[in-house]
């Protein structure tokens, strides 16, 4: 009986998580979840929270400074095809002049919690996500199931614990004002012809449509078909003038199937349309920005006259090594080499699922070290973790107990106009769990299950 009560809150729930589209049918399954909540240090998890709005506030700065991006992807760009696609784009708006002064940024920081030899525990940034950060939409429901769950099992103090999590408010909060900002139009989801997690996508668009607001869906070779720029350079696609594009598609190679798609792209960013993200904001996500962030000096290049926000931003850094070529990336091959098991190899990808571990490393980097094709990665510290037991609930997979390792993701909005930040703020969390045995993956990937932190 209880397994049924829980069953059908989570059927209210996953109803509106994957949706697989096949020939004859459609299948709607429930998306992965940890049967109970995951405890987190109360003072890390609100640390992750206040710095929040530093981020977005260094990635905004990041997104307006060309030299910058320049210098710290020039290496990249060389051997990576598919940043310097993306680099190129931003150079032809750089020379025509942006259309929009408007930028709207959708971010998501994500940690995991550093066990130091003391026992002590540290938050350590894995990565920021600055386009189509995803499961806003779907951690927004999970705080509802796991106080159904604790209350159930008889834990009804620790249910009332549970805390209130909406960043599907707050991310449509900030396409909202973007859109005031523009003027009536519509807010287009740039989206994958085969969608997976799209309910993930329908709580954000139900938070504009409460709002009045209309959303359209159209992938890539729709743009390409019918999007247009009038004389203002204003963007219609199926005849409609968009306000806001919100990438949830353009993150990986394989989005961009054909010339067109790169050709549709381009004729987004010269819009006069509000991009999540515009390219500049794209490229100041990359994992060689990340690195170079945490040299000497260069927060304090982007954040001068905020010695605090430095501080809390340069405490989630975990090492971060450039394998450039010269002396400095020899040394840092060497100590990869070396002792492989302290390292993670993170190339120049997002999505999941492309970060190199142990053994591995010492193959690729034997095979590139002498070659400049070694600069498409970066070098990080791998963080340690202290595992946790839980079950992991996933469709047509046995239930048993596992142990766990947790990823704390936070949301950021911002808008700026021209020079002034008209909403800057940190909107909610993500909490994604998966067994130890899986060095990466995410829930996409299907490795990762949704969760949520229980403050101890």
Not at 177 to 204: C, P, T
Not at 333 to 340: E, K, Q, S
Request: net charge neutral.
């Amino acid at each position: 009986r209880s397994l049924s009560e829980v069953g059908f809150s989570l059927g209210y729930m996953t109803w509106d998580t994957s949706h697989f589209t096949c020939r004859d049918q459609k299948l709607v399954s429930y998306a992965p979840f940890t049967l109970f909540p995951t405890p987190v240090p109360k003072a890390v998890f609100h640390q992750a929270l206040a710095v929040q709005t530093f981020y977005n506030t260094l990635v905004d700065k990041i997104s307006q400074d060309s030299e910058f991006l320049q210098e710290a992807l020039a290496s990249t760009i060389a051997v990576d095809d598919f940043t310097a696609r993306l680099f190129k784009i931003h150079q032809m708006i750089l020379k025509e002049g942006k259309s929009q002064d408007i930028v709207l940024g959708l971010n998501r920081s994500d940690y995991m919690l550093d066990q130091g030899g003391d026992g002590t525990s540290s938050l350590k940034q894995i990565e920021i996500n600055t386009i189509a950060a995803s499961f806003g939409g779907l951690s927004s429901r999970t705080p509802d199931v796991h106080r159904l769950v604790l209350t159930v099992a008889g834990r009804k103090e620790e249910s009332q614990q549970i805390l209130d999590n909406n960043p599907a408010a707050g991310l449509a909060r900030g396409i909202a004002k973007a859109w005031e900002l523009y003027g009536a139009a519509v807010v287009m989801f740039l989206v994958e012809e085969s969608q997976r997690n799209i309910f993930d996508h329908r709580f954000v668009e139900n938070e504009l449509w409460k709002r009045g607001m209309r959303t359209i869906r159209k992938r890539f070779d729709h743009v390409s078909k019918t999007g247009f720029l009038d004389k203002e350079k204003r963007l219609f696609v199926d005849g409609q003038e968009v306000a806001v594009v919100y990438f949830r598609n353009g993150y990986m190679p394989q989005n961009y199937i054909s010339e067109q798609a790169w050709d549709a792209r381009l004729l987004m960013e010269r819009s006069l349309a509000v991009k999540c993200p515009d390219i500049n904001t794209h490229l100041a996500g990359t994992k060689k920005v990340q690195q170079v962030l945490a040299k000497p000096g260069v927060l304090e290049r982007f954040l001068p006259d905020h010695p605090e926000a430095v501080q809390q931003i340069r405490a989630t850094f975990a090492g971060l090594y450039t394998l450039d070529m010269g002396a400095e990336g020899d040394k840092n091959i060497a100590m990869a080499l070396a002792t492989p098991d302290r390292f993670v190899l993170k190339p120049q990808r997002e999505g999941g699922g492309n970060n190199i571990y142990g053994t591995e490393i010492c193959q690729v980097l034997e095979a590139v070290k002498e070659s400049s094709e070694r600069t498409a990665y970066i070098l990080m510290d791998k963080i340690q973790p202290t595992p946790q037991q839980n079950y992991l609930l996933r469709r047509d997979a046995p239930l048993k107990i596992s142990d766990c390792l947790s990823e704390l993701g936070v949301f950021g909005t911002y808008v700026r106009q021209g020079t002034h930040m008209v909403m800057n703020e940190c909107v909610g969390h993500l909490l994604r769990t998966k067994s130890s045995e899986h060095q990466d993956g995410g829930v996409a990937a299907g490795v990762a299950v949704l969760d949520n932190p229980l403050l101890i």
